[in-house]
Antibody
Framework: QVQLVQSGAEVKRPGSSVKVSCKAS????????FSWVRQAPGQGLEWMGG????????NYAQKFQGRVTITADASTSTAYMDLSSLRSEDTAVYYC?????????WGQGTLVTVSS | EIVMTQSPATLSVSPGERATLSCRAS??????LAWYQQKPGQAPRLLIY???TRATGIPARFSGSGSGTEFTLTISSLQSEDFAIYYC????????FGQGTKLEIK
């Protein structure tokens, strides 16, 4: 049983960056697809990008190209999502999710609030 | 990008009755289609993958069908814990989600 534990809530200023981590346990980290999905308040789910640690590099949804960087550290079984040039519309819960094909396991979510 | 469209946006059904949720893809996704359930304040939970295979621990009252561009999630006899938002997702070409169907108590 894979467990994903994410880093804690963040409050950021517009124009800054945020880095969220996702530590995996209980599975074979390197062979899974790790993705990041966000959910703005009251809205639906939006895939941002993903990575297979043994293959890398990450691929990204077109909407986030150039602004998001997804990495993975196999030595610590941790995936990261770095989002830059933050704006108020980036206020959302950010989830990491993984599985062999689709998103079988999910982290608990990390609330990122962008506010001046 | 493959666009996923769910209908209806909101579905009102009485406990014990059947609920049928629809999902349409803008182009064929073969059987690479998943359904998720999300309750307030919780992460989504995988219900169905491969269009019709239940994930581990998912009750048999949940069933999925379809292939290509048309998909259906059926909940055969609604229990109180089934009232939630349901999302479809294609994983044939990257990943995209539908906008969700809110299943509410009638």
């Amino acid at each position: 049983q894979v467990q994903l534990v994410q880093s804690g809530a963040e409050v950021k200023r517009p124009g800054s960056s945020v880095k969220v981590s996702c530590k995996a346990s209980g599975g074979t980290f390197s062979s899974y697809v790790f993705s990041w999905v966000r959910q703005a308040p009251g809205q639906g789910l939006e895939w941002m990008g993903g990575i297979i640690p043994i293959f890398g590099p990450a691929n990204y949804a077109q909407k986030f190209q150039g602004r998001v960087t997804i990495t993975a550290d196999a030595s610590t079984s941790t995936a990261y999502m770095d989002l830059s040039s933050l704006r108020s519309e980036d206020t959302a819960v950010y989830y990491c999710a993984t599985g062999t094909t689709t998103f079988y396991y999910w982290g608990q979510g990390t609330l990122v609030t962008v506010s001046s | 990008e493959i666009v996923m469209t769910q209908s209806p946006a909101t579905l009102s059904v009485s406990p014990g009755e059947r609920a049928t949720l629809s999902c349409r893809a803008s182009q064929s996704v073969s059987s690479n289609l998943a359904w998720y359930q999300q309750k307030p304040g919780q992460a989504p939970r995988l219900l169905i993958y491969g269009a019709s295979t239940r994930a581990t621990g998912i009750p048999a009252r949940f069933s999925g069908s379809g292939s290509g561009t048309e998909f259906t999630l059926t909940i055969s006899s609604l229990q109180s814990e089934d009232f939630a938002i349901y999302y479809c997702q294609q994983y044939n070409n990257r990943y995209t989600f539908g906008q969700g169907t809110k299943l509410e108590i009638k």
